[in-house]
């Protein structure tokens, strides 16, 4: 079966909205003028309750909400709606919301033979990102996504992917690499001849270091139903055949809300994906609007291990797009994090965060406590670019609206540990020149 999608171009004729306020509306049409905006017919008819409307956690997920942009801008793109100077207004408010957080785009993409290779970020030791071409769009657009540049056209590079010969030659000349990371986008957008096409010559060719694949995707919570059909016997042939291998198979699913696990298409598509032998883990940020709540979270975890998949990170909201609407302090984060914690098995306990993904690295908030009278924070490197910082716990002043590290300020005064490395230094004030010049493009 395949559901229709839907855009700005269609979205009128979604049969539900048509009892929906008009200034909802209208906010889907000013808002995705700016921010990528699709969704699919099983997501409207299956997982939004459109009696909780505009509250409903689907529907703030995958439908552009008034809040995510500024009043002064949600006027002007209001104002300009169907004009001629729409595309030019639009470019200047999408370069203002940090389109490339991390220095993703200039830091993470590693050389062959002294050539960057566009497909491809390494930023920590044992894992590889790799991003497929022919998967860089998704079944529903998020609306929180930190990867909506790639969606709206204002990456050229769009971290295309040409070779999948270049990944297997980098990998063969990086033994220390475990892990081949697809994402995207969503890389299950993709056939699964086209799939297969890049997964067995990693299979074939099996680079030295490697052990394992991994598949970030929202195929679970957009499209279960791929797994079922006739097409979907290709995806599970595929994964039987990376097991038979000797590689691991995780698949990483993205989910952000209960809401999206209640459908008997999920179940059996878990369960036909987990007979293969692959594994299924779990991650999602925290998000104001969507899942800022211990019971969403208590809930998703309890789900998620009944039916067998892996609770993996709960991530801080990045600092891109619409932040503002939709970001958590850490503080905040932590408690949703702690309550929901304590009231789960320890099973559901393999959960790690929440983790905020820096230049440095993945850094996890530990928590509030109390030092010789001093309130602070403690955090945590679950990643670091540098491997020696993996592990190593430090602190922070006490911020109860901090939403980000480079909010944050270290005990002792100055800089962090990991901001004093001089080689770290040098690299980040050319980042920064690099990002200062390519935002003036
Ligand atoms: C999160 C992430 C990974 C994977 O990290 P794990 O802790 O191994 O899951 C790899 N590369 C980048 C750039 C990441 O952000
Ligand atoms: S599925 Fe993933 S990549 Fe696609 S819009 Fe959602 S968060 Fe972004």
Wanted: aromatic letters at 12%; proline letters at 6%; charged letters at 25%.
């Amino acid at each position: 079966m395949r559901y229709k999608a839907y855009t700005l171009r269609n979205f009128r004729d979604i049969e539900q909205l048509k009892n929906v306020d008009k200034e909802i509306i209208e906010a889907v049409e000013v808002v995705g003028s700016v921010m990528p905006f699709r969704v699919n017919s099983y997501v409207i008819d299956e997982l939004i309750d459109w009696e909780n409307i505009p509250n409903d956690p689907i529907f703030q997920l995958t439908f552009p909400q008034r809040g995510m942009l500024p009043p002064d801008q949600y006027e002007r793109v209001r104002e300009m709606l169907g004009t001629n100077e729409l595309q030019e207004l639009v470019t200047t408010i999408r370069r203002g919301l940090n389109p490339h957080p991390a220095g993703q785009m200039q830091y993470n993409v590693p050389l062959l033979h002294g050539e960057p290779m566009a497909g491809i970020q390494h930023k920590y030791r044992e894992t590889v990102l790799f991003f497929p071409r022919q998967g860089q769009t998704c079944f529903s657009f998020c609306t929180f996504c930190f990867r909506w540049p790639q969606f709206v056209g204002v990456d050229e590079l769009r971290f295309a992917s040409r070779e999948i010969d270049q990944l297997v030659a980098y990998l063969q000349e990086h033994p220390e690499v475990q892990d081949v990371l697809f994402t995207g986008g969503d890389p299950m957008v993709m056939s699964p001849g086209v799939l297969s096409r890049y997964i067995r010559p990693l299979i074939e060719e099996r680079p030295e270091g490697l052990r394992s694949i991994r598949i970030g995707t929202k195929v679970l919570s957009y499209n279960p139903y791929k797994f079922l059909d006739d097409e979907g016997e290709g995806y599970i042939s595929l994964f039987e055949e990376v097991s038979e291998a000797g590689l691991h198979l995780a698949i990483m699913a993205h989910f952000n809300h209960p809401n999206e696990m209640r459908t008997k298409t999920l179940v059996d598509a878990v369960n036909a994906i987990r007979k293969t032998g692959a594994q299924i883990r779990t991650q999602s940020p925290v998000l104001n609007h969507i899942n800022n709540d211990p019971s969403a979270w208590t809930e998703m975890w309890r789900r998620q291990v009944d039916l067998g998949m892996i609770p993996y990170y709960m991530f801080v909201v990045r600092d891109t797009g619409a932040k503002e609407y939709f970001k958590v302090p850490l503080v905040r984060a932590w408690e949703v994090f702690r309550q929901a914690y304590r009231n789960v098995s320890g099973l559901c306990r393999t959960v790690r965060g929440p983790s905020m993904s820096t230049t440095w690295g993945k850094i996890e908030v530990m928590g509030k406590t109390t030092i010789g009278g001093q309130a602070l924070l403690a955090l945590r490197f679950i990643q670091g670019r540098d491997a020696r910082w993996v592990g190593r716990p430090f602190f922070a002043k006490y911020d109860a609206n901090a939403s980000w590290v480079d909010e944050l300020k270290p005990v002792e005064g100055g800089r962090f540990f990991f901001q004093k490395d001089e080689d770290y230094l040098r690299s980040y004030d050319r980042i920064r020149q690099m990002e200062e010049s390519s935002a003036q493009t």
